[in-house]
Every structure is written in structure tokens, then in C-alpha cells.
Nanobody
Framework: QVQLKESGGGLVQAGGSLRVGCAAS????????MGWFRQVPGKEREFVAA????????EYSDAVKGRFTISRDNAKNMVYLQMDGLKPEDTAVYYC??????????????????WGQGTQVTVSS
């Protein structure tokens, strides 16, 4: 079991930057792929970015590619999402996820994905 706790959300103007972080804890943190989803009211959670445990593979959604950067610090059991060039449409609750399986990390319905409680990011126009 992996426990995830997000931090760093807030309000930022369009064009600005924000970094959200996720602290992972639990017996099986090591070796997990980690990532981020986001959700706006009335819509399904959508995949944002993911990174393998050794950062050997990284994936981004087309909506954020070139603007967001995912990274991790395994010594601190942290994963980060640096968000630059923010747009109002990036406003959402951002959820940290972890999975022992890389092929599941983009699957919001997978039983092998652990979820944090989310942090609100609001981008004003």
C-alpha cells in the first residue's frame, strides 16, 4: 500500500508558473511509477504526466506537453509537477498517483493505481 499527499496548489495568473509536489509513503514506495491526473467538476479525471521509478520513461498528455515537467526525488519519496505557461483551462484538482505497473499508470480505472486526495490549482485569466 502507498499513501500519497499532494501539496503546493494555489491561485496563479495565466502565463505564470506553479509547482505541485507529492509525498509518498508506505512499504512499497520504491519501484513505483508515479504521475499526475487532474479533474474539473463534471468531467472525468484526465491523465497529465507520469514517470517511471528511475525516470527512464516519461509521458505527458498532449494538453500539457512542452509546458509541464514531471520529476521525482526517490531519496525523498517525492514527485513534482512543474507547471509553466499556465492557462485558465489548466484549472483543476490535481491528483498524485502511483502504480507498481507502468502500463497502468495512465489508466484512471485501474485497480493497481493509488491516489492522493488532490490539490486545487486555479489559473485566473
Amino acid at each position: 500500500q502507498v499513501q500519497l499527499k499532494e501539496s503546493g496548489g494555489g491561485l496563479v495568473q495565466a502565463g505564470g508558473s506553479l509547482r505541485v509536489g507529492c509525498a509518498a509513503s508506505g512499504r512499497t514506495v520504491s519501484g513505483n511509477a508515479m504521475g499526475w491526473f487532474r479533474q474539473v467538476p463534471g468531467k472525468e479525471r484526465e491523465f497529465v504526466a507520469a514517470i517511471t521509478w528511475n525516470a527512464g520513461s516519461i509521458e505527458y498528455s498532449d494538453a500539457v506537453k512542452g509546458r509541464f515537467t514531471i520529476s521525482r526525488d526517490n531519496a525523498k519519496n517525492m514527485v513534482y509537477l512543474q507547471m509553466d505557461g499556465l492557462k485558465p483551462e489548466d484549472t483543476a484538482v490535481y491528483y498524485c498517483v502511483a502504480s507498481p505497473f507502468w502500463q497502468d499508470i495512465q489508466n484512471r480505472t485501474s485497480a493497481y493505481v493509488y491516489w492522493g486526495q488532490g490539490t486545487q490549482v486555479t489559473v485566473s485569466s
